[in-house]
């Protein structure tokens, strides 16, 4: 058990030195030595998990989807599809895992990389615009899918953009003004004033706790 428990630590150690890594320097100037010497381990640690840079690169992609379980999923379908984009601004600014995941995804620079996560990530959007269609809060002449791939790739853009100009500064601002733009274009004009551009505050306030207990943790 013992053994077990040190592996996984190991392997812990080296996915976040490989995130750190890999957000500093993206997928082809990262070497396995810098990652290893910054997790603190031997060369031999490294291949006992991972037997390449690709294979460590995919894991680190794998965890790309761990902020959703932070965003609250139980308003109206578009709020929530609101709050997704936010969860996920606030994931970038504060989670390395994320950043790294992102760029490694951007990149297109290690084998046979497929979108899964983004795609993933579009697939969930257009099920809950559906939803929302159904209810009347997104207009019905829309294809749902169309329009979460066009979330998707809006979001990538503004966070790059954020990248370049402020360090993600300001991306959740860009986000709320991205949908303060969207939101006409989708929701019966009536309905527009029912939804939060800049996310909800049930969303924020969970958000808040979160991080108080991480202090606290701390």
Do not use: C
Not at 87 to 96: H, I, M, N, S, Y
Not at 143 to 164: H, P
């Amino acid at each position: 058990m013992a053994r077990q428990q040190r592996a996984e630590e190991s392997r812990s150690k080296l996915l976040m030195s490989a995130a750190e890594v890999f957000d500093e320097r993206g997928f082809a100037r990262a070497t396995l030595s810098d990652i290893h010497n910054r997790a603190g381990l031997t060369k031999g640690a490294l291949y006992f998990h991972f037997s390449s840079k690709e294979e460590l690169a995919a894991a680190v992609v794998a965890e790309e989807t761990s902020w959703y379980e932070e965003v609250d999923v139980a308003g109206p379908p578009l709020q929530v599809v609101i709050d997704l984009t936010h969860g996920f601004a606030r994931a970038l600014t504060r989670d390395v895992r994320i950043r790294a995941s992102a760029r490694l995804v951007l990149e297109h620079t290690y084998t046979e990389p497929d979108g899964s996560s983004h795609r993933a990530w579009a697939e969930r959007l257009a099920e809950l615009l559906l939803q929302a269609q159904q209810v009347g809060d997104v207009r019905a002449d829309l294809d749902a899918t169309a329009v979460a791939e066009l979330i998707v790739g809006s979001f990538l853009g503004i966070q790059t953009l954020a990248q370049l100009f402020t360090g993600r500064a300001d991306l959740e601002a860009r986000i709320t003004l991205f949908w303060q733009a969207m939101l006409p274009g989708l929701v019966p004009a009536p309905r527009v004033a029912r939804f939060a551009p800049g996310g909800s505050p049930r969303v924020w306030a969970a958000a808040a706790q979160q991080e108080q207990e991480a202090g606290g943790a701390a």
